[in-house]
């Protein structure tokens, strides 16, 4: 049985939704015999499925702004030379190839972290940790699959929609439904 208000789970019988607090009109009789269908079914009726994701929302620009903080003063060194010998035409030509190998940085940054400790800066500050199906810390390779989609925003929003979509719950990316991940708040 699910409640009618917030989706989640209800034990047999609960005269309260333990999640949400609703009432449950003769035990749990009138809650909702269907589970959510989809994660954005779980984010629209569940306020912990929000603030969960806006926690890691907040812990992604913390982790974004430390690595690309650093990145760009060591940019700004290395092209350095070249602003006192007139060679910014060729730093123009190679800039996208930096920005990729930021984007490659950002995302071991993340699978280094997240196989290492659980989580990166980010979410060890918002309380936040990433495991794996047997509730250990991902294997490198989990954590660089999970973190691919970080190499460009429009693939990591792809991947979060794709990830609600096809997932019942609201904790994983397509990447974390692939690797067997998921990120919790202990």
């Not at 199906?133 to 794709?162: C, H, M, Q």
């Amino acid at each position: 049985m699910f409640c009618p208000k917030c989706g989640k789970e209800v034990p047999e019988g609960a005269t309260f939704c333990p999640n949400c607090g609703a009432a449950l009109q003769a035990g749990a009789a009138t809650a909702s015999s269907t589970a959510p269908v989809s994660g954005f079914d779980s984010l629209t009726k569940d306020s912990k499925a929000q603030e969960y994701w806006l926690w890691r929302l907040f812990a992604y620009v913390v982790d974004a702004i430390i690595v690309y903080v650093v990145l760009a003063v060591i940019t700004a060194l290395i092209s350095l030379p070249a602003l006192f010998t007139g060679g910014l035409g060729f730093f123009g030509v190679v800039f996208g190839t930096i920005a990729f190998v930021w984007g490659i940085i950002f995302v071991l940054y993340f699978a280094v972290l997240e196989s290492t400790s659980g989580a990166s800066i980010g979410k060890r500050i918002f309380n936040l940790k990433v495991v794996s199906k047997t509730g250990a810390n991902p294997t490198f390779g989990e954590a660089f699959v999970r973190s691919i989609s970080k190499i460009y925003w429009l693939l990591l929003l792809l991947d979060v929609i794709v990830g609600l979509a096809i997932s019942k719950g609201y904790q994983e990316k397509y990447t974390d439904h692939l690797m067997g991940t998921k990120v919790t708040r202990p």
